[in-house]
């Protein structure tokens, strides 16, 4: 008897630790409601994918911008950061990064492979540490001013950008807006009000021609 109890005290021992292995590489899931559905989203505990766009103003990578936030103009470079890490507690000897890149923008470098027909660049990170992170940056630029519909001046557009390893995947994305016309403009160009300072000696040059001309009359 006592033979037996020690038998299925082991056995339970050995589910109760292959549960909680499961669990320790399980994903992380979170219940989502909108638009009158819910589901499910899980979040991998073992790898994770961060995408950021640099705001052309302040210089800072961010999470997104919005159509409120500051905008690209035509033919304007477009910098995007990857952030990749390992959070798992095994090394991972290779990690596959895909990057997306949306209608209206261009690859120019990047890290890896890029396909223009599916304008896909894939980057292989090779020996990723436990708890290691690796970034990737990426340049790409607003295609010109021709390649935009006439009948409306803002282009809000979605990059997308996925990691795998041998058994997790990951995915995050980063939204801009494109300016296609500067509406509402107050001021003039810098160029306009250079042009106008230059011609200031000249006027006073015209001004005192005319005090001679009435002098002689």
């Not at 399980?26 to 991998?44: E, R």
């Not at 997306?100 to 660049?121: F, H």
């Amino acid at each position: 008897m006592n033979k037996l109890k020690t038998i299925l005290s082991l056995a339970f021992m050995s589910l109760l630790l292959t549960a909680t292995a499961q669990a320790v590489n399980a994903d992380s899931c979170t219940t989502q409601y909108g638009n009158g559905q819910y589901g499910t989203t899980c979040v991998p505990t073992d790898v994770t994918i961060n995408k950021q766009v640099k705001n052309p103003i302040s210089l800072v990578f961010v999470e997104n911008l919005g159509p409120t936030d500051e905008k690209f103009s035509p033919g304007a470079e477009v910098h995007f950061k990857l952030i990749v890490h390992n959070a798992s507690s095994q090394d991972w000897s290779n990690v596959t990064v895909r990057d997306t890149l949306p209608q209206y923008l261009s690859y120019v470098a990047g890290p890896g492979s890029y396909d223009t027909n599916s304008k896909v660049l894939t980057t292989d990170l090779e020996n990723v540490k436990v708890n290691e992170s690796r970034e990737i940056e990426i340049l790409a630029k607003v295609d010109g001013a021709g390649s935009f519909a006439k009948d409306k001046s803002l282009f809000c557009v979605v990059n997308h950008a996925e990691v795998k390893t041998d058994s997790r995947t990951d995915e995050d994305t980063a939204q801009l807006c494109i300016q296609t016309q500067v509406l509402g403009v107050t001021t003039l160009p810098v160029a306009g009000f250079d042009s106008f300072a230059l011609l200031i000696p000249f006027t006073g040059i015209g001004l005192t021609g005319l005090a001679l001309l009435k002098k002689r009359w």
